[in-house]
């Protein structure tokens, strides 16, 4: 009986929510708070483009602090300078949440060769994040081809000895290249882990890439459970050479690879969350995140990843101030560490939320590069979800077309739950994995416009979330 | 009464018409039929970004030719090389339009600088197309700032024995930057013509860009009517130089500014358009025209502006030959010669067009970069701006947008009557005036997946046309 008291009165909350919400949607539809909207949109991208400051922002975290692996210099660097940044841009409150993140080194720059008929061709190679050290002297070892983690699997003992060569390509006939990633991620972050066990040597994976190029593109792997004296190294291998390797490989499959590379995995080192707040005007309570991740590779800039979104997202703050439009809710800037190689900051964030009782409303993650805005992903219920495309007509002078159901980031959905509605920032694809994890992955890849309209594209859907989503406020206890 | 008659006629074969439109739309929203195309629509895509030929071309001719001002040796090869591949793309039938073009020449490199508190300053300009020369010993007067054609023409007489110094930048709020760009190109086009019955000495002008570079842009301008004494030299400044320069004289008002520049304009020379068609299969009288300009100024490679677009209109082709799609309508691709400083190709286009009776339905010109795809822009009467539109949910998926009324393209547009429907295909504006008409208007600018996608869209909605468009056939005489 008293179960379904709670089930009845939930019943009655759900509705009053649902007439609640009918009520907002009207709202939104009204022709002059339309107006009001429009214009504060409008507002937003004037300002971005004529005096934002993204663009300098990251000229300066790029090219004077540069890549900063988490647990790295440049990382503690990037700490200091982003609560700084916070500062001056004037949030209500600034702090640090310390979070211990793993520490792992690259060391000297690798080296990878082999011989064919008497010529020797140097590789452009580089150690996959968490990866072992090879020996000293390298390894040295035949090499066997496979496109698939199952391929692999099913060849079993016969990897004994070998290097195993991942090199399943990005599905170009893709549009959205994110999708042609997914579709072969499972080779860097699986690939040494399935193959140690059959007594592999080690395993090169191709370039996470659609482009036919000279670099090499980073990345996490993963080890599992594997114990120490079973990790075998992974390494990322460039595009274009993985073509030669593949076709040197049908004129000799006995050809001996050569890889040699230094990394380590040091004990976790103590870093840190950068977070800031512009305090709600009448729900200060109600939190709404905007974020993305401080810690980069270490082999370029971190330009677009995430340098992009780190600027950007301060810049939805600095936009807000600057045009002084005030939040009712409590809208606050996270700069995130550790989201590429382990994502701690982000654990961290969720478990400090949840012990200081923290009302989460919901969530805007910037990470996927520094281009010309799409739209954006939504993770939502379905109330909100219909709410955020409401405002097609709205955005959509502004390029935001693509506003579909889809994931946010990894940065904030830890915070997923119900009533939470979490977005991600959707830039043009094509370009993004020219650059992701490589050497050239700098600042001079990031036009200003597109980096500017970004952050206004981010404060206009912030600003729309802030004023009619739909809250949890009814529901808690 | 005859005239009655002819009236009656008219609305009757107008109703009719609007009848075969009726059924026309229906049957594109048949789900059978919207299958089918959205199945061509998908392997035009696919084939495209797997097996497309568009970047190589590009390849081939922006790093073999180069930069191909009309009547120079490189936009002869150019010819040479668009017949040559139209032909081996297999098109039914390929042949070259003589026309007659102007033939300007930019001479030696040019130079210009100013002293101020003893620091000399060299400053990056060039000459803009159809300019003269300035004397052997180059001109150096005090120069006068204007942000407007309004502006210097007010000044009048003051501007006598001056340099004018066309300064009104780029409206950096506009979204769109060929919004821009029209809203200043005036100063480039007009600003000699203006000052030079003044007794101005010369014109300098800030370069069309949003961004503050040290590349100076050249465009055309124009002397209009006045006669060969009174014409005073005209260059383009870099965007930085212009600032730095404002600034300066802000501080001595009385600096002189040095330029000289040793461009002519010769003789027309003889140049062709390139022309190539597949022959419609049900009604090849009808011509669809698919076209970009094979010209290109001479600073850079002629990359974007618009290498793009001639190898985009060709991939048209490409893409249905190699799908083995046969349109009803005969597809003529045209590489126009001499858009940037004359469109006499597109004229010359026109005129044999009529001369021959043809029957042109429609036109789509690329000529907008070869970035991510965006939509297309629609001169056409109401049915076929309707019916294009409709298409919307069918392009949504590959980015494409934006699909609103608008202008189409300078070659096409000579074409332009009520029954021909003109496109201009209009893909992501924000970088193009960072290269357009530069040194840096360079191949490595262009992004194989962005430019392949390009050529996609253009099949796809050149596809459509083919099948849907309604055409003049009914009120022809």
Sequence with gaps: MYKQLILLSLIIVGYSCNLKQEKAINKTTQPLEEKIDSANIKTFFNTALTT??????????????????????????????GKNLMNEVGLDSVWLQPVMVPHWVRGQKEIANYTINGVKKNVPICALG??????????????????????????????KGKIVFFNRPFDDALINTFKAYGGCVDQRVQGAAVCA?????GVIVRSMTNSIDDYPHTGTMSYGNLPLEQQIPGAAISSRAANILSNDLKENPNLKFF?????KTLPDAPSYNVVGEIKGTETPENIFVVGGHLDSW????????????????????Y?????????????????????????????????????NNENHIGGLESDAGGHTPRGFSIDANTANTKLLKSWKKLLAPYGLHDIDKGGSGADISPLKAEQVTLVGYRPDSQ?????????????????????ELGSASMASIVYLMDKYLYTNTVIKP
């Design 130 to 159: 968490f990866s072992v050290a090879t020996p000293n002297t390298g390894i040295t070892a035949p090499v066997i081809e496979v496109k698939s983690i199952e391929e692999a699997k099913a060849l079993g003992t016969k990897l």
């Design 52 to 81: 934002g400051k993204s663009y300098e922002w990251l000229r300066d975290l790029t090219q004077n602090i540069g890549g900063r692996l988490s647990g790295s210099p440049e990382a503690a660097k990037a700490v200091v300078w």
């Design 197 to 201: 066990p059959f007594g592999a040597k």
């Design 259 to 263: 890889f040699k590379q230094n990394c």
């Design 298 to 317: 270490d082999l370029g800039e971190g330009a677009h990843d995430d340098g992009a979104g780190i600027v950007q997202s301060l810049e939805v703050a």
């Design 319 to 355: 936009l807000f101030k600057k045009n002084n439009i005030k939040p009712k809710n409590t809208i606050r800037i996270v700069f995130f560490m550790n989201e590429e190689n382990g994502t701690r900051g982000a654990k961290k964030y969720a478990e400090l939320a949840k012990i």
């Design 431 to 451: 370009r993004y994995f020219d650059y992701h994890h490589t050497s050239i992955d700098t600042f001079d890849k990031v036009n200003k416009r597109e980096l």
